[in-house]
């Protein structure tokens, strides 16, 4: 089963079209790249050489998982940050630092008055807009473009899906924060942590206590892993006992790879600018015709050459 079906509780059907660009910091000169869609929520992707069909010319698909026949390790690529868990709670406490476990436990006793409830998804829906707005000021600041109206009804789908479970946190009576993740058969994914802004709150370390809670009930069901997920954040390294890579697959020309800085090796194909030219304005223009069996997030490689250098065909 592809991993976009395995998440949702419906068949999904995503294709490039839906995609958009990727966030564009300004201090970049080089063209702008396409993400897989989907990428940007999923724990991770399976690449399949389907998925590439209708892909865009420049790609940058990252967060693939090691099982996936496509793509490759780089120098560039993402790391996932991970827990092994232990039999209990306690255990994990005492396997940290000495002074990280401190912290911890001060963050378990400050927030020790708070009012914790499992799997209220109608609190889910109240800090959603919390959730929203969050987004556009980190959209701001990573240089990513908003997302539309069908980005995040699907963002919505996943987070209220059958294998998403919720954490819920009451201060004096009121909901102050909601922490979201998907469970698979031995790992949890944390994927959000849903809070409300205010000072005062904000002295509490809510978003550690989400995630200590969430290690905690992991624990108590017998998970196995705990995922942080990618993205190099400080606070991951507090939890995460290991780090595990995961694949990219970049297929681009060495304009693109050079305004990137992205070394050659990382490359899994390089292409001719003069073939995309072609490719995008050709003189006899032969129109193939292309089915949209998009129904996965995974992108790959498909048999029909859309480029004239490379054997792949037009996706992201």
């Not at 790391?79 to 000495?98: G, V």
């Not at 000072?199 to 206590?209: I, M, S, T």
């Not at 681009?252 to 490359?267: G, H, Q, S």
């Not at 998009?294 to 065909?313: F, G, N, T, W």
Request: proline content about 6%; some cysteine; aromatic content about 12%.
């Amino acid at each position: 089963m592809p991993i976009v079906d395995y998440w949702f509780d419906k068949k999904k059907k995503l294709d490039w079209a839906a995609s958009s660009e990727s966030p564009h910091n300004p201090e970049i000169k080089g063209p702008r790249f396409f993400e897989y869609p989907l990428a940007w929520i999923l724990p991770r992707i399976r690449l399949r050489k389907k998925d590439l069909h209708n892909a865009p010319p420049n790609l940058w698909v990252v967060d693939i998982d090691l099982k996936s026949r496509l793509g490759k390790i780089g120098t560039k690529g993402s790391r996932e940050y991970l827990i092994d868990l232990p039999k209990s709670f306690e255990d994990y406490l005492h396997a940290l630092p000495s002074k990280r476990r401190k912290k911890f436990k001060y963050v378990l006793r400050k927030n020790s008055d708070l009012k914790v409830v499992e799997d209220s998804f109608e609190d889910l829906k109240d800090a959603w807009n919390w959730y929203k707005k969050r987004l556009a000021i980190l959209n701001k600041q990573q240089y990513a473009e908003n997302e539309n109206e069908e980005e995040i009804k699907l963002k919505w789908e996943l987070f209220h899906s059958k294998k998403a479970r919720t954490l819920s946190f009451y201060y004096q009576g009121k909901l102050i924060g909601v922490n979201v993740s998907l469970w698979g058969p031995k790992t949890v994914y944390d994927l959000a942590f849903l809070r409300k802004e205010n000072e005062f709150l904000n002295k509490r370390a809510l978003g550690f206590y989400a995630i200590l809670k969430n290690i905690e009930l992991a624990i108590s069901k017998e998970m196995k892993v705990y995922n942080l997920l990618s993205g190099d954040f400080n606070y991951k390294g507090e939890f995460a006992t290991r780090l595990s890579p995961l694949k990219q697959y970049i297929r681009c020309t060495e304009e693109f790879a050079k305004a990137y800085k992205i070394p050659l090796e990382d490359i899994c194909e390089l292409i001719d600018a003069k073939d995309i030219e072609q490719q995008l304005h050709p003189s006899n223009p032969i129109i193939p015709v292309l089915t949209r069996q998009q129904d996965r997030q995974k992108p790959q490689l498909e048999s029909k050459p859309l480029l004239a250098s490379a054997s792949v065909q037009k996706s992201k």
